[in-house]
Every structure is written in structure tokens, then in C-alpha cells.
């Protein structure tokens, strides 16, 4: 297979039972967008992670919510089952959202909750804090309307509807998925929508990780709890990831599978890794001290009982349950062990590697990749697509200072640059980076700075290899496009900054 043609990938995922809200989301592939409605359906724990801001740059907890593959929205405060179609949604409970009522959970459908736009292929490419304002002021006027319609709804920052839309641009999400039947959805369903939406939410018995719990046993009893020793007795985002991860792999049966949404590249300060109570401790240097006052007695606890019950890394399980196809060889496997077929094991771990290595690729793929960039960007600098090779990382701190988004009737994204006494315009969303609209020389420069971007990051910051192969057939096709109007450039047209 060349480089470029993994559509057969896409294919396979979009046939798997999560695949079509996968390949679709990270993929935006076409096939995944035609594939029939898979006759299984998924629940799973949302493990966002730290944004570094206000009581999480102590705790740093992140948040925890419930993803749905088969309840949609009917409204922001009432489940339905999906139609032909829809990909799922998001189902979580904050502070207060500030609405018009005290709502305990609000639902959003699940490309708005990772990347504020229904359609996953109009998902933005790079994000900032005026980006994810215009997608959260959009949804307000399109859905929130009955129930966000003046302050301080409309007004305050700390809002937490807001938090409901565009996740992927301020942090990483990781999604814990097990297969559910329809008439575990309906229940949920009718229960959830004949209870009072009423918000009774606080810090130590009713926080997200509490709302998550209850939601998540309500489908498998006891299969998420409290890690009492690590988090001091409260509930936290991380023990529930963790306790259904743990419970999902005792039952082989329910086709556990790990989704990792990375935080998009642009100009918003890097999430950082959730982290329960005795984990913290050992981590923040704000505990220290602390630490050495009462070292003869908390240390030696502290550190026992997170070397015993709370090493859990959400990138690992990942890495270990990225497909369905995983999830059904590491099943195939149990059985064949079960039935003492050495060689069948044998044969069945080989092919669950290459199917990790085919999502995941190696060390040597991504080495490749980084190899092949650095002559991509030489070439670029030569032909003076590219100033010089630092203007890639400037390129979001650019677009941000100087550019004005906006979203089109579709919700595109577009930012509009003025310099020189002209103005340049570019596509920032999958979907019409590469239009007739878009300015090729600033769309190759977006896509390569993303692509560097995905390179240069450790794991739990970078997309999967698919991904990453779906971005450079972006770029390679942005690069020819920027070639081309190199070419006919008319003298005297407005430079890009930077730009001789």
C-alpha cells in the first residue's frame, strides 16, 4: 500500500462498532460517513484531561462525562435514541451551567462536544480561546436558545455550557467504550428523561465523576466506583476511567475499546494528565512541603497505596484497546488459551500487534515521517513557499493576532487576515482548507505547522498514524496547490508577513 493510499483503513474501521463516529471524527473519510448503522451500540467513561486553570492546576482532575453512541439530543435536556445517520453524544453535569434553570446535565451531540460543529468534517484545524468562542456562541444561538437567552448566560466566561462545546480544542479526550444493548438505552433513556433535571451538584458526593458513576452502573452495576485510599473518599474523573477500564477487561465479552481525541494544535495552553489524590501528592510541587511536615506519617501511606492501587495510565490502555478489532482478537485469544492452542495464541498476539501497529504505526513509521518532513520543508524554503523554517512555529501565534475568524452558514471555519494593504482569507476547518477560497500559501503553511506539530509531540499529545496520514495527504495536496500559485503569482501581490 503507498503512502497515501490507506482509504482501505478507513473502510475497516468504518465496519467496526465504533467505527463509523471514529473514522469519521478523526478520519473525516467518506466511506466511514456511508457505512450502515452497526447493530451493537456503546456507552463509555469521558476522561478529559487537566486544563490548568483554577482549582485543576491544584487538583489537577480533570472532568469526567458519558459518551453514547446510540442517544442523541432531542433537546439539551432530553435523550432520544439516535436516527440513521447521527454519531452519538455526550452526556455530562457541571457547577452550574447558568441557564435559565438549574439543569443537573446537559447533552450535546458528540462532533459539537469534541469539536463544536456537527458535521466532523467541518471540524476546525487549529484552535484558540476566539475560535472556540465563536463555535460556543453559535451553538448557543442555534440550540441553547429556550434556555440560555440573557446573563449571565450569554455573558459569563464561567458559564459551564460552554464547557459542552469544542473540547478537543482546549484538551485531550480519552473515551473508555463497551458495547451496550438497545434496551439498556432505552431504560436509561426513560429514566434519565422522567427524573427532575434539578442540579444538587457539589465538590464531594456530587461532582462529574459521581454523575458518571451513576450513569455508567446504571447499565452495568458496580462496574465504576470511588477509589477511597487514592482520593481521599471522594470520587474522582480518573477512578472512573480507571475502575471501568479494570472492570471492562475482566469481561472480554463486552469488546472494551480506548478512543484518544488529541487536543488540536493552535494557541491554547497544552492540557496536562489527570491525576487522582496520592498521585498529585507525589507530582505538584505545591504539596511539598506539606509532604516534609508530615513525611514520618503520610508519605509512607501516600506511597503505598498508589503503588498498589493507583498507577493507571489512560495513554497505555489506549495504546493496548485502540480498535474493535483489538477488542475482539484479545476475546479470540482468551478462548484459545482456554482451550490450551498454543499455537493459536501464538498466531492471534501477531495479529493483534499488527493491528495496534497498523492504527498506532511504529517508531520507524513516525521516524520516517519526520525524516520525510524536514526535506518537504528544505524544498519549501528553497522555492519560497516558506520564509525560513521558524515561521512554522509562529504561524498560530499569527493567525491569532492578527486574523478575525468566522463560521460560515455551514459552520466553517474562516479567519481572514489583513496585511499590507491587502487581505488574505483561509480556511481553518478539514473541509475547506483546501477550497477555492483559501488561500494556498497560508493553508500549506496550516497544514504543515500541524503536521510538525503531530511529529514533534509525545504520544498522548499526537493522533494516530491514520490520522497523521490524512493530514499529510492534506498537505502534499495543499503543497502542489501552493506550488501551482507560486508559479502564476502576478508581480506586486501582498506578501505574507515574514515574506521578502
Known amino acids: ?31 466511514a460517513l456511508l457505512a450502515p448503522l452497526p447493530a451493537d451500540a456503546d ?47 455526550v452526556l455530562s453535569n457541571y ?61 459569563s466566561e464561567k458559564a459551564d455550557w460552554r464547557e459542552m462545546v469544542g473540547a478537543a480544542l482546549i ?13 439498556q438505552d432505552r431504560a436509561l433513556i426513560e429514566q434519565f428523561n422522567a427524573l427532575p433535571n434539578e442540579n444538587h451538584f457539589n465538590f464531594i458526593t456530587r461532582n462529574c465523576a459521581d454523575f458518571t458513576r451513576r450513569v455508567i452502573n446504571t447499565y452495568f452495576p458496580h462496574s465504576t466506583g470511588r477509589d477511597f485510599l487514592n482520593d481521599f473518599g471522594m470520587s474522582s474523573p480518573k477512578a472512573m476511567a480507571r475502575s471501568f477500564a479494570h472492570y471492562a477487561e475482566r469481561h472480554p465479552e463486552m469488546k472494551f475499546q480506548v478512543l484518544h481525541i488529541p487536543q488540536l494544535p ?16 507525589f507530582h505538584s510541587k505545591l504539596f511539598l512541603a506539606p509532604l516534609a511536615v508530615f513525611v514520618d506519617y503520610s508519605l509512607p501511606a501516600a506511597a503505598a497505596s498508589y503503588e498498589l ?62 525524516s520525510e518532513l524536514r526535506q518537504i520543508l528544505d524544498e519549501a524554503v528553497r522555492q519560497e513557499t516558506l520564509p525560513e523554517r521558524g515561521a512554522l512555529d509562529r504561524i498560530f501565534k499569527q493567525l491569532d493576532k492578527e486574523g478575525s475568524p468566522s463560521l460560515d452558514a455551514n459552520g466553517e471555519l474562516w479567519m481572514e487576515i489583513r496585511q499590507g494593504g491587502g487581505t488574505r482569507k483561509v480556511g481553518l476547518s478539514a473541509s475547506n482548507v483546501l477550497s477555492s477560497g483559501s488561500d494556498p500559501r497560508l493553508a500549506f503553511r496550516v497544514l ?53
Open 448 to 500: 504543515v505547522a500541524r503536521v510538525q506539530h503531530m511529529l514533534n509531540s509525545p504520544k498522548r499529545c499526537r493522533d494516530t498514524l491514520l490520522g497523521l496520514r490524512f493530514d499529510w495527504a492534506l498537505m502534499e495536496d495543499a503543497r502542489n496547490r501552493c506550488a501551482a500559485s507560486v508559479a502564476r503569482m502576478a508581480p506586486g501581490s501582498p506578501p505574507i508577513r515574514g515574506e521578502n
Open 171 to 183: 484538551r485531550s479526550v480519552y473515551i473508555f467504550v463497551v458495547e451496550t444493548t438497545v434496551e
Open 95 to 155: 457547577t452550574g451551567f447558568r441557564e435559565t434553570q438549574p439543569f443537573e446535565w446537559n447533552v450535546v451531540p458528540l462532533s459539537v462536544y469534541l469539536y463544536g460543529v456537527e458535521n466532523p468534517r467541518r471540524r476546525p484545524l487549529v484552535g484558540s480561546w476566539r475560535i472556540k468562542h465563536a463555535l460556543e456562541e453559535r451553538y448557543r444561538e442555534k440550540y441553547l436558545a429556550q434556555y440560555c437567552s440573557g446573563p449571565p448566560c450569554t455573558t
Open 43 to 89: 456507552v463509555g467513561v469521558v476522561l478529559n484531561e487537566s486544563l490548568d486553570i483554577g482549582g485543576d492546576r491544584i487538583s489537577n482532575t480533570g472532568h469526567s462525562a458519558v459518551y453514547f453512541s446510540r442517544i442523541c439530543q432531542e433537546t439539551p435536556v432530553k435523550l432520544r435514541l439516535c436516527r440513521p445517520g447521527e454519531q452519538g453524544s
Open 266 to 281: 493552535g494557541t491554547i495552553k497544552r492540557s496536562k494528565e489527570v491525576r487522582d489524590g496520592t498521585e498529585q501528592l
Open 309 to 370: 492501587t493507583g498507577r493507571f495510565n489512560p495513554e497505555h490502555e489506549f495504546e493496548q484497546h485502540p480498535t474493535a478489532r483489538t477488542a475482539n482478537l484479545g476475546a479470540e485469544i482468551q478462548a484459545a488459551k482456554a482451550a490450551n492452542d498454543q499455537e493459536g495464541v501464538k498466531d492471534l498476539e501477531a495479529e493483534q500487534r499488527r493491528e495496534r501497529e497498523r492504527v498506532l504505526g511504529t517508531a520507524e513509521d513516525w521516524k520516517s515521517y519526520r
Open 1 to 31: 500500500m503507498s503512502r497515501f493510499g490507506f482509504t482501505a483503513d478507513i473502510e475497516n474501521l468504518a465496519g467496526s462498532r465504533l467505527g463509523r463516529a471514529l473514522a469519521a471524527l478523526l478520519l473525516c473519510g467518506v466511506a
